[in-house]
């Protein structure tokens, strides 16, 4: 709610700097990405 207040403020004082009216979409976070992934079933251990 406070996001898209504040959104509609910025854009009623700087209208130039948005090329659309509604407030952009907020996309899920990736999942976990590795490296070297551990083998199931072995514990890593904390540095």
Request: net charge positive.
């Amino acid at each position: 709610m406070k996001r898209s207040q504040t959104l509609a403020a910025a854009r009623a004082k700087h209208p130039q700097r948005f090329s659309k009216a509604t407030d952009p979409k907020i996309l899920a976070l990736p999942g976990p990405a590795w490296i070297n992934q551990p083998k199931e079933g072995t514990e890593t251990e904390a540095a």
